[in-house]
């Protein structure tokens, strides 16, 4: 049993789910444990979205133990066993108005990392619990530019889940939901970039590669008009049938499953013909605006009805079997660089 971080204590009611849980549904400790163990090969990340009140402006910031999408890692792991906390990022992308972008995803090897349950510190950069709200400060350079990104970006969240729903077959990797609403004020000079907005916390964590887990995989999370915040899951696993999730929580953290039906394509990106599908779907999105076309992953804006409610978040569409190519992880240097 992990140790449980010092979380207010009106914020760990536990909300016993509406609906028929999936098989791999459980509860945990609510919150984050930034100690938490990770497996050598394995991963552990929290990640956090935000899109401004004015609809302009969006973050991203992903913390990594041991970072999936590193071609560092990856090929220590070709060699062998490899540790994850050789391995960890502060990642942090910035969506301004008119597509404008800065991002700073600097790998650090574990001489830069310190963590206890309520911290992270890597490098020059933090995250702190202070029993409100998670606090991260920023002190980076963005690539491949080499301009500042410093501030701070606060996570406020309206409860902490205590929800734990697997992934895969074989109970690998699991999927936490820390807390799917939140307030988010975004705060980084260096940037001339102020505002607040809806936001998104959850985590991941694995106790092997994600490349053994999945082939790819689809996700939305959404607020909607009502105030719910709506996610949608479709794990692939190959030639296996998908793994799908379709939930829904509200403000005091408390969670509903719904039935998951058959994902729908969506258009591919532009640049790097990456395939979407949107995971639920009853109805086309009325906007899918493309905020990341990569080799191997997209992350858009998105507007569609669940359930006949509207709503607009985040979605994300991932192809593990494009990652794993050679030629996709000769690239991701020049966006990722690493600091011993």
Same mark, same amino acid.
């Given at each position: 049993?992990?140790?449980?971080?010092?979380?207010?204590?009106?914020?760990?009611?536990?909300?016993?789910?509406?609906?028929?849980?999936?098989?791999?549904?459980?509860?945990?400790?609510?919150?984050?444990?930034?100690?938490?163990?990770?497996?050598?090969?394995?991963?552990?990340?929290?990640?956090?979205?935000?899109?401004?009140?004015?609809?302009?402006?969006?973050?991203?910031?992903?913390?990594?133990?041991?970072?999936?999408?590193?071609?560092?890692?990856?090929?220590?792991?070709?060699?062998?066993?490899?540790?994850?906390?050789?391995?960890?990022?502060?990642?942090?992308?910035?969506?301004?108005?008119?597509?404008?972008?800065?991002?700073?995803?600097?790998?650090?090897?574990?001489?830069?990392?310190?963590?206890?349950?309520?911290?992270?510190?890597?490098?020059?950069?933090?995250?702190?619990?202070?029993?409100?709200?998670?606090?991260?400060?920023?002190?980076?350079?963005?690539?491949?530019?080499?301009?500042?990104?410093?501030? +701070?970006? /606060?996570?406020?969240?309206?409860?902490?889940?205590?929800? $734990?729903?697997?992934?895969?077959? =074989? #109970? &690998?990797?699991?999927?936490?939901?820390?807390?799917?609403?939140?307030?988010?004020?975004?705060?980084?000079?260096?940037?001339?970039?102020?505002?607040?907005?809806?936001?998104?916390?959850? +985590?991941? /964590?694995?106790?092997?590669?994600?490349?053994?887990?999945? $082939?790819?995989?689809?996700?939305? =999370? #959404? &607020?909607?008009?009502?105030?719910?915040?709506?996610?949608?899951?479709?794990?692939?696993?190959?030639?296996?049938?998908?793994?799908?999730?379709?939930?829904?929580?509200?403000?005091?953290? +408390?969670?509903?499953?719904?039935?998951?039906?058959?994902?729908?394509?969506?258009?591919?990106?532009?640049?790097?013909?990456?395939?979407?599908?949107?995971?639920?779907?009853?109805?086309?999105?009325?906007?899918?605006?493309?905020?990341?076309?990569?080799?191997?992953?997209?992350?858009?804006?998105?507007?569609?009805?669940?359930?006949?409610?509207?709503?607009?978040?985040?979605?994300?569409?991932?192809?593990?079997?494009?990652?794993?190519?050679?030629?996709?992880?000769?690239?991701?240097?020049?966006?990722?660089?690493?600091?011993?």
């Amino acid at each position: 049993m992990q140790d449980s971080p010092k979380h207010d204590a009106n914020s760990m009611e536990v909300k016993p789910p509406v609906g028929d849980p999936p098989e791999g549904y459980n509860q945990r400790a609510p919150g984050i444990n930034f100690a938490e163990p990770v497996n050598d090969n394995g991963y552990l990340w929290w990640y956090v979205d935000a899109l401004s009140d004015d609809g302009t402006q969006a973050i991203t910031m992903i913390i990594f133990v041991g970072s999936v999408f590193s071609p560092y890692y990856a090929r220590a792991r070709r060699r062998g066993t490899a540790s994850a906390e050789n391995h960890c990022a502060f990642n942090t992308i910035l969506y301004g108005p008119s597509g404008k972008k800065r991002w700073s995803m600097t790998e650090r090897d574990s001489t830069g990392l310190e963590r206890d349950s309520n911290s992270y510190r890597l490098g020059p950069s933090r995250i702190d619990w202070d029993g409100e709200s998670f606090l991260a400060k920023i002190d980076e350079r963005c690539t491949p530019f080499a301009q500042r990104m410093q501030g +701070s970006i /606060r996570v406020t969240p309206a409860a902490l889940t205590s929800h $734990s729903l697997q992934l895969d077959d =074989r #109970a &690998r990797h699991f999927w936490n939901p820390i807390a799917p609403i939140a307030r988010v004020d975004v705060d980084l000079p260096s940037l001339n970039t102020h505002w607040s907005g809806d936001g998104y916390l959850d +985590s991941n /964590r694995g106790e092997e590669p994600l490349a053994d887990g999945f $082939s790819g995989w689809d996700w939305t =999370r #959404a &607020r909607l008009s009502n105030g719910d915040c709506a996610v949608r899951y479709e794990a692939r696993h190959g030639l296996r049938k998908p793994h799908r999730l379709a939930l829904r929580f509200k403000d005091d953290g +408390s969670i509903t499953f719904e039935n998951p039906a058959e994902s729908s394509a969506l258009p591919r990106t532009s640049v790097w013909r990456v395939d979407r599908r949107m995971p639920s779907a009853e109805a086309k999105p009325t906007r899918l605006q493309t905020l990341e076309d990569t080799p191997f992953y997209a992350r858009s804006l998105i507007e569609a009805n669940f359930d006949g409610e509207p709503g607009a978040g985040i979605h994300e569409s991932l192809s593990m079997t494009r990652f794993e190519k050679r030629w996709v992880q000769t690239l991701l240097p020049f966006r990722m660089p690493r600091l011993i």
